[in-house]
Protein backbone atom coordinates (compact mmCIF):
# COMPACT_ATOMS: atom_id res chain seq x y z
CA UNK A 1 0.00 0.00 0.00
CA UNK A 2 1.34 3.44 -0.85
CA UNK A 3 -0.20 6.41 0.42
CA UNK A 4 -0.78 9.07 -2.11
CA UNK A 5 -2.51 13.23 -3.09
CA UNK A 6 -6.00 13.12 -4.92
CA UNK A 7 -3.93 14.66 -7.75
CA UNK A 8 -1.31 11.93 -7.88
CA UNK A 9 -4.68 9.21 -7.36
CA UNK A 10 -6.17 11.01 -10.41
CA UNK A 11 -2.99 10.50 -12.68
CA UNK A 12 -3.23 7.03 -11.86
CA UNK A 13 -6.87 6.43 -13.69
CA UNK A 14 -6.43 5.34 -17.39
CA UNK A 15 -8.33 6.91 -20.74
CA UNK A 16 -11.05 4.93 -21.24
CA UNK A 17 -10.98 3.35 -17.63
CA UNK A 18 -14.40 1.80 -16.01
CA UNK A 19 -14.32 2.92 -12.37
CA UNK A 20 -17.07 1.69 -9.82
CA UNK A 21 -17.57 3.94 -7.11
CA UNK A 22 -18.23 3.29 -3.30
CA UNK A 23 -20.60 5.29 -1.68
CA UNK A 24 -24.42 6.55 -1.10
CA UNK A 25 -24.70 10.55 -1.70
CA UNK A 26 -21.71 11.78 0.91
CA UNK A 27 -21.53 8.98 3.14
CA UNK A 28 -18.87 6.45 2.07
CA UNK A 29 -17.98 8.55 -0.34
CA UNK A 30 -14.12 9.10 -1.82
CA UNK A 31 -14.84 12.76 -2.22
CA UNK A 32 -11.00 14.21 -2.18
CA UNK A 33 -9.90 11.46 -4.83
CA UNK A 34 -12.86 12.12 -7.67
CA UNK A 35 -11.54 15.93 -7.08
CA UNK A 36 -8.50 14.53 -7.99
CA UNK A 37 -9.45 13.13 -10.96
CA UNK A 38 -11.15 16.50 -11.91
CA UNK A 39 -8.17 18.32 -11.34
CA UNK A 40 -6.18 16.14 -13.68
CA UNK A 41 -8.58 16.33 -16.79
CA UNK A 42 -8.66 19.79 -16.37
CA UNK A 43 -4.82 20.40 -16.53
CA UNK A 44 -4.58 17.99 -18.32
CA UNK A 45 -7.42 16.84 -20.58
CA UNK A 46 -6.76 12.97 -19.47
CA UNK A 47 -8.13 10.78 -18.43
CA UNK A 48 -10.59 10.10 -20.92
CA UNK A 49 -13.91 8.79 -21.55
CA UNK A 50 -14.42 6.73 -18.64
CA UNK A 51 -17.08 4.92 -17.75
CA UNK A 52 -18.54 5.01 -13.51
CA UNK A 53 -20.52 2.08 -11.58
CA UNK A 54 -22.08 3.02 -8.73
CA UNK A 55 -24.50 1.66 -6.72
CA UNK A 56 -26.65 4.60 -5.38
CA UNK A 57 -26.35 8.26 -6.05
CA UNK A 58 -22.96 9.68 -5.86
CA UNK A 59 -22.95 13.39 -4.51
CA UNK A 60 -24.91 15.79 -2.82
CA UNK A 61 -26.73 17.44 -5.80
CA UNK A 62 -24.82 20.41 -5.64
CA UNK A 63 -20.59 20.56 -6.01
CA UNK A 64 -19.56 17.33 -5.11
CA UNK A 65 -19.56 13.43 -6.11
CA UNK A 66 -20.48 12.89 -10.07
CA UNK A 67 -20.37 16.89 -10.44
CA UNK A 68 -15.87 16.09 -11.02
CA UNK A 69 -17.00 13.98 -13.43
CA UNK A 70 -19.22 16.17 -15.77
CA UNK A 71 -17.02 17.79 -18.23
CA UNK A 72 -17.54 16.46 -21.63
CA UNK A 73 -14.69 14.64 -22.94
CA UNK A 74 -14.03 13.43 -19.35
CA UNK A 75 -17.23 10.96 -18.74
CA UNK A 76 -18.57 8.34 -21.68
CA UNK A 77 -20.87 6.65 -19.96
CA UNK A 78 -22.46 6.36 -16.22
CA UNK A 79 -24.41 3.46 -14.66
CA UNK A 80 -26.24 4.18 -11.13
CA UNK A 81 -28.97 2.87 -9.41
CA UNK A 82 -30.32 6.58 -8.84
CA UNK A 83 -29.59 9.91 -10.07
CA UNK A 84 -30.88 12.58 -7.35
CA UNK A 85 -27.56 13.39 -5.95
CA UNK A 86 -25.49 13.72 -8.82
CA UNK A 87 -25.81 17.97 -9.53
CA UNK A 88 -27.65 19.44 -12.03
CA UNK A 89 -24.33 19.08 -14.74
CA UNK A 90 -24.67 15.65 -15.04
CA UNK A 91 -28.45 15.58 -14.74
CA UNK A 92 -28.44 17.87 -17.75
CA UNK A 93 -25.64 15.96 -19.63
CA UNK A 94 -27.70 12.77 -19.41
CA UNK A 95 -30.75 14.62 -20.46
CA UNK A 96 -29.30 16.36 -23.24
CA UNK A 97 -27.78 13.16 -24.46
CA UNK A 98 -23.87 14.07 -23.88
CA UNK A 99 -23.62 10.86 -22.13
CA UNK A 100 -24.74 7.57 -21.70
CA UNK A 101 -26.70 6.86 -18.81
CA UNK A 102 -28.09 3.86 -17.61
CA UNK A 103 -30.00 3.21 -14.01
CA UNK A 104 -30.70 -0.18 -12.40
CA UNK A 105 -31.78 -1.27 -9.30
CA UNK A 106 -29.78 -0.25 -6.17
CA UNK A 107 -29.75 -3.71 -4.54
CA UNK A 108 -29.09 -5.21 -8.14
CA UNK A 109 -26.10 -3.43 -8.42
CA UNK A 110 -25.00 -3.97 -4.87
CA UNK A 111 -25.32 -7.70 -5.64
CA UNK A 112 -23.47 -7.39 -8.60
CA UNK A 113 -20.17 -6.53 -6.95
CA UNK A 114 -20.49 -9.37 -5.45
CA UNK A 115 -21.26 -11.93 -8.26
CA UNK A 116 -18.31 -9.85 -10.38
CA UNK A 117 -16.05 -10.56 -7.06
CA UNK A 118 -16.72 -14.41 -7.05
CA UNK A 119 -16.17 -14.68 -11.17
CA UNK A 120 -20.02 -15.58 -11.67
CA UNK A 121 -21.07 -15.54 -14.93
CA UNK A 122 -23.37 -12.05 -13.50
CA UNK A 123 -26.92 -11.46 -11.40
CA UNK A 124 -29.65 -13.67 -12.29
CA UNK A 125 -32.59 -11.61 -10.34
CA UNK A 126 -36.58 -11.11 -11.01
CA UNK A 127 -36.16 -7.68 -9.58
CA UNK A 128 -37.33 -5.35 -12.31
CA UNK A 129 -39.21 -7.54 -14.64
CA UNK A 130 -42.61 -5.41 -15.56
CA UNK A 131 -40.40 -2.07 -14.69
CA UNK A 132 -38.37 -0.12 -16.80
CA UNK A 133 -35.27 -2.02 -16.19
CA UNK A 134 -36.97 -4.65 -18.06
CA UNK A 135 -35.36 -4.86 -22.18
CA UNK A 136 -39.32 -5.27 -23.36
CA UNK A 137 -39.66 -1.84 -21.83
CA UNK A 138 -36.63 0.52 -22.00
CA UNK A 139 -33.86 -2.04 -20.32
CA UNK A 140 -32.49 0.57 -18.18
CA UNK A 141 -31.38 2.69 -20.87
CA UNK A 142 -32.12 6.51 -19.99
CA UNK A 143 -31.55 8.33 -22.81
CA UNK A 144 -31.30 7.99 -27.15
CA UNK A 145 -27.42 7.91 -26.98
CA UNK A 146 -27.63 4.57 -24.82
CA UNK A 147 -27.57 1.89 -26.85
CA UNK A 148 -25.51 -1.01 -25.43
CA UNK A 149 -27.98 -3.92 -23.88
CA UNK A 150 -26.36 -4.43 -19.97
CA UNK A 151 -29.01 -6.61 -18.80
CA UNK A 152 -31.14 -9.34 -20.82
CA UNK A 153 -34.25 -11.02 -20.55
CA UNK A 154 -33.39 -14.83 -20.04
CA UNK A 155 -35.75 -18.01 -19.45
CA UNK A 156 -34.51 -20.36 -16.23
CA UNK A 157 -36.72 -23.40 -15.58
CA UNK A 158 -39.57 -21.90 -17.13
CA UNK A 159 -39.52 -18.29 -15.40
CA UNK A 160 -38.64 -15.08 -16.55
CA UNK A 161 -35.20 -13.74 -15.44
CA UNK A 162 -33.25 -10.86 -15.92
CA UNK A 163 -29.50 -11.50 -16.64
CA UNK A 164 -26.60 -8.70 -15.47
CA UNK A 165 -23.35 -9.87 -16.90
CA UNK A 166 -20.59 -8.56 -14.83
CA UNK A 167 -18.56 -5.18 -15.65
CA UNK A 168 -14.77 -5.20 -16.32
CA UNK A 169 -13.94 -2.91 -13.36
CA UNK A 170 -10.14 -1.06 -14.08
CA UNK A 171 -10.49 0.92 -10.67
CA UNK A 172 -12.52 0.81 -7.47
CA UNK A 173 -12.51 4.78 -5.33
CA UNK A 174 -13.49 3.33 -1.68
CA UNK A 175 -13.89 4.93 1.25
CA UNK A 176 -12.93 4.26 5.49
CA UNK A 177 -11.82 6.08 8.50
CA UNK A 178 -8.89 4.64 9.41
CA UNK A 179 -6.07 2.65 7.19
CA UNK A 180 -3.07 0.88 8.89
CA UNK A 181 0.50 0.86 7.02
CA UNK A 182 -0.17 -2.08 5.46
CA UNK A 183 -3.74 -1.37 4.11
CA UNK A 184 -6.06 -2.47 6.11
CA UNK A 185 -9.23 -0.13 6.51
CA UNK A 186 -11.17 0.60 9.38
CA UNK A 187 -14.89 2.10 8.94
CA UNK A 188 -15.50 3.08 12.44
CA UNK A 189 -16.71 6.52 12.45
CA UNK A 190 -18.77 5.89 8.84
CA UNK A 191 -22.57 5.92 9.14
CA UNK A 192 -23.10 3.01 6.93
CA UNK A 193 -20.81 0.28 5.43
CA UNK A 194 -22.05 -0.22 1.98
CA UNK A 195 -20.24 -2.43 -0.32
CA UNK A 196 -16.36 -1.36 -0.20
CA UNK A 197 -15.14 -4.92 0.28
CA UNK A 198 -17.07 -6.22 -2.22
CA UNK A 199 -16.18 -2.88 -4.75
CA UNK A 200 -12.55 -3.99 -3.84
CA UNK A 201 -12.92 -7.70 -4.35
CA UNK A 202 -14.27 -7.23 -7.61
CA UNK A 203 -11.70 -5.10 -8.91
CA UNK A 204 -8.94 -7.61 -8.21
CA UNK A 205 -11.30 -9.84 -9.93
CA UNK A 206 -10.06 -7.87 -12.98
CA UNK A 207 -6.44 -6.95 -12.22
CA UNK A 208 -7.27 -3.69 -11.70
CA UNK A 209 -6.24 -1.24 -8.75
CA UNK A 210 -8.25 -0.32 -5.96
CA UNK A 211 -7.82 3.44 -4.03
CA UNK A 212 -9.48 4.63 -0.99
CA UNK A 213 -9.68 7.65 0.96
CA UNK A 214 -9.28 7.97 4.87
CA UNK A 215 -9.28 10.35 7.72
CA UNK A 216 -5.73 8.83 8.62
CA UNK A 217 -2.91 6.17 8.54
CA UNK A 218 -2.14 4.16 11.97
CA UNK A 219 0.49 2.07 12.68
CA UNK A 220 0.51 -1.32 11.25
CA UNK A 221 -1.20 -3.61 14.30
CA UNK A 222 -2.97 -0.91 15.66
CA UNK A 223 -6.01 -2.29 14.10
CA UNK A 224 -8.42 -4.38 16.11
CA UNK A 225 -8.72 -7.39 13.29
CA UNK A 226 -13.01 -7.71 13.88
CA UNK A 227 -12.29 -3.83 12.98
CA UNK A 228 -10.84 -3.98 9.36
CA UNK A 229 -13.32 -4.31 7.05
CA UNK A 230 -11.24 -4.09 3.77
CA UNK A 231 -7.93 -6.02 3.97
CA UNK A 232 -4.94 -4.56 3.56
CA UNK A 233 -4.05 -7.34 -0.02
CA UNK A 234 -6.99 -5.67 -1.11
CA UNK A 235 -6.08 -1.96 -1.21
CA UNK A 236 -3.19 -0.53 -3.78
CA UNK A 237 -3.02 3.40 -2.76
CA UNK A 238 -4.34 5.55 0.32
CA UNK A 239 -5.60 8.66 -0.11
CA UNK A 240 -5.30 10.91 3.51
CA UNK A 241 -8.64 13.16 3.02
CA UNK A 242 -9.26 16.77 4.26
CA UNK A 243 -11.62 17.35 6.70
CA UNK A 244 -14.43 18.78 4.41
CA UNK A 245 -14.08 16.22 1.94
CA UNK A 246 -14.95 13.72 4.28
CA UNK A 247 -18.63 14.20 5.51
CA UNK A 248 -20.46 11.41 7.42
CA UNK A 249 -23.78 12.20 5.12
CA UNK A 250 -25.02 14.98 3.06
CA UNK A 251 -25.22 17.34 6.16
CA UNK A 252 -23.39 16.28 8.70
CA UNK A 253 -19.74 15.86 9.28
CA UNK A 254 -19.71 13.94 12.10
CA UNK A 255 -22.44 12.38 14.31
CA UNK A 256 -21.26 9.55 16.85
CA UNK A 257 -25.19 8.63 17.17
CA UNK A 258 -24.90 7.88 13.53
CA UNK A 259 -21.74 5.67 13.53
CA UNK A 260 -23.46 3.83 16.69
CA UNK A 261 -20.63 5.32 19.49
CA UNK A 262 -22.78 6.84 21.60
CA UNK A 263 -26.82 7.01 21.98
CA UNK A 264 -28.64 10.18 22.29
CA UNK A 265 -32.02 10.59 24.06
CA UNK A 266 -34.77 10.02 21.22
CA UNK A 267 -36.25 13.08 22.52
CA UNK A 268 -33.63 15.07 21.88
CA UNK A 269 -34.73 14.40 17.94
CA UNK A 270 -36.88 17.68 16.91
CA UNK A 271 -40.40 17.21 15.99
CA UNK A 272 -41.72 17.73 12.60
CA UNK A 273 -43.89 20.98 12.15
CA UNK A 274 -47.48 20.48 11.70
CA UNK A 275 -47.54 20.86 7.79
CA UNK A 276 -48.80 18.27 5.00
CA UNK A 277 -45.56 15.90 5.16
CA UNK A 278 -46.22 15.53 9.32
CA UNK A 279 -49.93 14.62 8.29
CA UNK A 280 -48.89 12.24 6.18
CA UNK A 281 -46.49 10.42 7.71
CA UNK A 282 -48.94 10.30 10.84
CA UNK A 283 -51.33 8.96 8.31
CA UNK A 284 -48.98 6.24 7.37
CA UNK A 285 -47.45 5.33 10.52
CA UNK A 286 -50.91 4.07 11.22
CA UNK A 287 -49.99 0.80 9.25
CA UNK A 288 -47.54 0.32 11.26
CA UNK A 289 -47.26 -2.85 13.21
CA UNK A 290 -45.41 -3.78 16.19
CA UNK A 291 -42.07 -6.01 16.23
CA UNK A 292 -42.78 -6.20 12.21
CA UNK A 293 -39.87 -5.66 9.69
CA UNK A 294 -40.26 -2.12 8.64
CA UNK A 295 -38.42 -0.43 5.46
CA UNK A 296 -38.32 3.65 5.34
CA UNK A 297 -37.22 5.37 1.96
CA UNK A 298 -36.42 8.95 1.42
CA UNK A 299 -38.56 11.77 1.28
CA UNK A 300 -41.97 12.28 3.28
CA UNK A 301 -41.43 8.21 4.26
CA UNK A 302 -38.32 8.80 6.58
CA UNK A 303 -40.93 11.39 8.55
CA UNK A 304 -42.30 8.26 9.61
CA UNK A 305 -40.02 7.23 12.49
CA UNK A 306 -40.31 10.77 13.74
CA UNK A 307 -43.78 10.40 14.58
CA UNK A 308 -43.40 7.46 15.82
CA UNK A 309 -40.92 9.00 18.42
CA UNK A 310 -42.66 11.61 19.29
CA UNK A 311 -45.44 9.31 20.11
CA UNK A 312 -43.98 7.40 21.99
CA UNK A 313 -43.79 4.41 20.07
CA UNK A 314 -40.48 4.46 18.15
CA UNK A 315 -39.23 1.08 21.09
CA UNK A 316 -42.08 -1.13 19.65
CA UNK A 317 -41.05 -0.87 16.02
CA UNK A 318 -38.18 -2.68 13.89
CA UNK A 319 -37.05 -0.11 11.40
CA UNK A 320 -34.91 -0.21 8.69
CA UNK A 321 -33.17 1.63 5.75
CA UNK A 322 -31.95 -0.01 2.55
CA UNK A 323 -28.25 1.42 3.11
CA UNK A 324 -27.69 -1.69 5.63
CA UNK A 325 -28.35 0.34 9.07
CA UNK A 326 -30.87 -1.57 11.12
CA UNK A 327 -32.95 -0.36 14.37
CA UNK A 328 -32.88 3.17 16.15
CA UNK A 329 -34.46 6.08 14.11
CA UNK A 330 -33.84 6.50 10.72
CA UNK A 331 -32.65 10.05 10.18
CA UNK A 332 -34.21 12.04 7.54
CA UNK A 333 -33.46 14.43 4.53
CA UNK A 334 -29.47 14.90 4.45
CA UNK A 335 -29.03 12.45 6.34
CA UNK A 336 -30.94 10.04 5.14
CA UNK A 337 -28.89 6.36 5.07
CA UNK A 338 -28.70 7.10 8.89
CA UNK A 339 -30.46 6.14 12.01
CA UNK A 340 -30.05 7.26 15.49
CA UNK A 341 -28.23 4.70 18.18
CA UNK A 342 -28.86 2.27 15.07
CA UNK A 343 -28.37 -1.33 16.62
CA UNK A 344 -26.80 -3.21 13.83
CA UNK A 345 -24.74 -2.24 10.83
CA UNK A 346 -24.31 -4.85 8.25
CA UNK A 347 -22.99 -4.13 4.35
CA UNK A 348 -25.97 -3.01 2.10
CA UNK A 349 -25.22 -6.02 -0.60
CA UNK A 350 -26.60 -8.43 2.48
CA UNK A 351 -29.35 -5.87 3.36
CA UNK A 352 -30.62 -6.31 -0.32
CA UNK A 353 -30.28 -10.16 -0.10
CA UNK A 354 -32.90 -9.74 2.99
CA UNK A 355 -35.03 -7.67 1.34
CA UNK A 356 -35.39 -9.71 -1.52
CA UNK A 357 -35.61 -12.81 0.09
CA UNK A 358 -38.81 -11.09 1.39
CA UNK A 359 -37.87 -10.63 4.93
CA UNK A 360 -40.14 -7.67 5.41
CA UNK A 361 -43.55 -6.86 6.47
CA UNK A 362 -43.77 -3.85 4.94
CA UNK A 363 -42.16 -0.96 3.88
CA UNK A 364 -42.89 3.23 3.09
CA UNK A 365 -41.72 4.88 0.09
CA UNK A 366 -42.02 7.86 -1.76
CA UNK A 367 -45.07 8.63 -4.32
CA UNK A 368 -44.38 10.90 -7.57
CA UNK A 369 -46.97 9.93 -10.41
CA UNK A 370 -49.71 7.14 -9.97
CA UNK A 371 -51.97 5.90 -12.74
CA UNK A 372 -55.44 4.04 -12.51
CA UNK A 373 -53.43 1.13 -12.96
CA UNK A 374 -51.69 1.40 -9.77
CA UNK A 375 -48.26 2.35 -11.83
CA UNK A 376 -45.80 4.54 -10.14
CA UNK A 377 -42.91 6.63 -11.37
CA UNK A 378 -40.36 7.67 -9.10
CA UNK A 379 -37.25 7.53 -11.42
CA UNK A 380 -37.81 9.89 -14.42
CA UNK A 381 -39.98 13.05 -15.29
CA UNK A 382 -40.05 15.32 -18.59
CA UNK A 383 -36.90 13.38 -19.47
CA UNK A 384 -35.12 13.96 -16.50
CA UNK A 385 -33.23 11.08 -14.82
CA UNK A 386 -33.74 10.69 -11.03
CA UNK A 387 -33.57 7.17 -10.82
CA UNK A 388 -34.71 4.16 -8.42
CA UNK A 389 -32.65 3.79 -5.90
CA UNK A 390 -33.89 0.30 -3.82
CA UNK A 391 -37.05 1.04 -4.86
CA UNK A 392 -38.03 -1.87 -6.99
CA UNK A 393 -36.07 -4.26 -5.01
CA UNK A 394 -37.56 -3.04 -2.03
CA UNK A 395 -41.24 -3.30 -3.72
CA UNK A 396 -41.06 -6.75 -5.73
CA UNK A 397 -40.93 -8.98 -2.69
CA UNK A 398 -42.52 -6.72 0.61
CA UNK A 399 -46.26 -7.71 0.81
CA UNK A 400 -47.31 -4.24 2.68
CA UNK A 401 -46.14 -1.21 0.36
CA UNK A 402 -47.10 1.79 1.74
CA UNK A 403 -47.22 5.15 -0.80
CA UNK A 404 -46.80 8.31 0.88
CA UNK A 405 -46.52 12.14 -1.08
CA UNK A 406 -48.67 14.70 -1.24
CA UNK A 407 -51.85 14.95 -3.73
CA UNK A 408 -50.53 17.65 -6.02
CA UNK A 409 -46.38 19.18 -6.36
CA UNK A 410 -45.24 22.31 -7.05
CA UNK A 411 -46.36 25.31 -5.21
CA UNK A 412 -48.98 23.23 -2.84
CA UNK A 413 -49.78 25.07 0.21
CA UNK A 414 -51.98 24.13 2.50
CA UNK A 415 -53.01 24.71 6.63
CA UNK A 416 -53.11 22.34 9.17
CA UNK A 417 -54.99 22.59 12.83
CA UNK A 418 -58.32 22.03 14.75
CA UNK A 419 -58.73 18.53 13.12
CA UNK A 420 -58.60 19.43 9.68
CA UNK A 421 -57.14 20.42 6.22
CA UNK A 422 -57.43 23.49 4.37
CA UNK A 423 -56.15 23.70 0.81
CA UNK A 424 -54.74 27.47 0.59
CA UNK A 425 -52.75 27.09 -2.75
CA UNK A 426 -53.05 23.60 -5.33
CA UNK A 427 -49.83 22.73 -6.50
CA UNK A 428 -49.09 23.04 -10.30
CA UNK A 429 -48.68 19.14 -11.55
CA UNK A 430 -50.95 16.26 -10.55
CA UNK A 431 -49.93 12.91 -9.43
CA UNK A 432 -52.49 11.00 -10.34
CA UNK A 433 -52.07 11.03 -13.94
CA UNK A 434 -53.60 9.02 -17.18
CA UNK A 435 -50.38 7.32 -17.56
CA UNK A 436 -46.93 7.41 -16.42
CA UNK A 437 -43.68 8.43 -17.59
CA UNK A 438 -41.89 5.59 -16.80
CA UNK A 439 -42.80 2.35 -14.62
CA UNK A 440 -40.58 2.32 -11.68
CA UNK A 441 -43.82 -0.17 -10.02
CA UNK A 442 -46.29 -2.34 -11.76
CA UNK A 443 -49.49 -1.77 -10.62
CA UNK A 444 -51.07 -4.68 -12.51
CA UNK A 445 -48.22 -7.34 -11.19
CA UNK A 446 -48.63 -6.45 -7.81
CA UNK A 447 -52.45 -6.87 -8.18
CA UNK A 448 -51.65 -10.23 -9.81
CA UNK A 449 -49.59 -11.00 -6.83
CA UNK A 450 -51.94 -10.09 -4.00
CA UNK A 451 -49.46 -7.16 -2.48
CA UNK A 452 -51.77 -4.83 -0.01
CA UNK A 453 -50.88 -1.56 -1.58
CA UNK A 454 -51.89 1.68 -0.09
CA UNK A 455 -51.34 5.72 -1.34
CA UNK A 456 -51.42 8.02 1.58
CA UNK A 457 -51.59 11.67 0.96
CA UNK A 458 -52.24 14.64 3.03
CA UNK A 459 -56.02 14.99 1.53
CA UNK A 460 -56.54 11.36 0.43
CA UNK A 461 -55.82 7.52 0.76
CA UNK A 462 -56.12 5.01 -1.73
CA UNK A 463 -56.08 1.50 -1.88
CA UNK A 464 -54.69 -0.94 -4.92
CA UNK A 465 -57.45 -3.44 -5.84
CA UNK A 466 -57.62 -5.83 -9.13
CA UNK A 467 -59.61 -3.15 -10.71
CA UNK A 468 -57.63 -0.09 -10.12
CA UNK A 469 -56.98 2.49 -7.36
CA UNK A 470 -60.31 2.60 -5.14
CA UNK A 471 -60.58 5.74 -2.87
CA UNK A 472 -60.84 5.01 1.08
CA UNK A 473 -60.30 7.99 3.06
CA UNK A 474 -60.51 11.64 2.69
CA UNK A 475 -59.26 14.68 5.17
CA UNK A 476 -61.91 16.67 7.22
CA UNK A 477 -62.14 20.19 5.57
CA UNK A 478 -61.52 18.93 1.76
CA UNK A 479 -64.39 18.71 -0.87
CA UNK A 480 -64.36 15.48 -2.48
CA UNK A 481 -65.20 16.91 -5.99
CA UNK A 482 -63.53 20.44 -5.95
CA UNK A 483 -60.01 18.98 -3.97
CA UNK A 484 -59.74 15.31 -5.21
CA UNK A 485 -61.47 14.39 -8.29
CA UNK A 486 -60.85 17.65 -9.90
CA UNK A 487 -57.00 17.18 -9.69
CA UNK A 488 -57.15 13.04 -11.36
CA UNK A 489 -56.97 12.43 -14.87
CA UNK A 490 -58.92 9.34 -13.93
CA UNK A 491 -61.77 8.48 -11.66
CA UNK A 492 -61.01 6.41 -9.34
CA UNK A 493 -63.35 3.74 -7.51
CA UNK A 494 -65.65 4.99 -4.70
CA UNK A 495 -67.01 2.25 -2.49
CA UNK A 496 -66.89 3.14 1.09
CA UNK A 497 -65.10 6.66 1.56
CA UNK A 498 -64.50 7.29 5.32
CA UNK A 499 -63.05 10.50 6.98
CA UNK A 500 -59.47 10.81 8.02
CA UNK A 501 -58.62 10.42 11.75
CA UNK A 502 -59.25 14.76 12.53
CA UNK A 503 -56.77 13.92 15.16
CA UNK A 504 -53.82 13.79 13.04
CA UNK A 505 -54.53 17.39 11.94
CA UNK A 506 -54.24 18.83 15.04
CA UNK A 507 -50.93 20.36 16.99
CA UNK A 508 -51.32 17.63 19.57
CA UNK A 509 -52.43 13.92 18.23
CA UNK A 510 -51.16 11.23 20.74
CA UNK A 511 -53.42 8.71 18.90
CA UNK A 512 -50.95 6.39 17.48
CA UNK A 513 -49.96 3.88 20.68
CA UNK A 514 -53.72 2.85 20.94
CA UNK A 515 -54.34 2.87 17.11
CA UNK A 516 -51.41 0.61 16.37
CA UNK A 517 -51.67 -1.95 19.63
CA UNK A 518 -55.13 -2.22 19.01
Request: negative net charge; charged residues 20%; glycine residues 12%.
Amino acid sequence: MKVITANEAGALIQDHATIFLGGLAMAGLAEEVLKGIENQFLETGHPRLVSTWACGAIGNANDAGMKHFAHQGLIKRVVAGHFGQTGKEMMRMVADNEVEAYNFPQGSLSHLTRQTANRSPGLLTQVGLGTFVDPRQEGGKMNPCTTEDLVRLVEFEGEEWLFYPPPRIDVGIIRGTVADENGNIALDKEGVLLEQLSIAQAVKRWGGIVICQVERVVKAGSLHPKSVKVPGFLVDYVVVAQPENHMQSIATHYNPAFSGEVKVPLGSIEPMALDERKVIARRAALELHPGKQTNLGIGVPAGVPAVAAEEGVAHLLSLSVESGVNGGIPAQLGDFGMAYNPESMIEQSFQFDFYDGGGLDATFLGLAQTDSHGNVNVSKFNGRPVGCGGFINITRSTPKVVFCGTFTAGGLKVKVGDGKLVIEQEGKMSKFIEQVEQVTFNGHDAALRQQNVLFVTERAVFHLTADGLELTEIAPGVDLERDVLAHMAFKPIIRDLKTMDPGIFSEQWGGLARAIQH
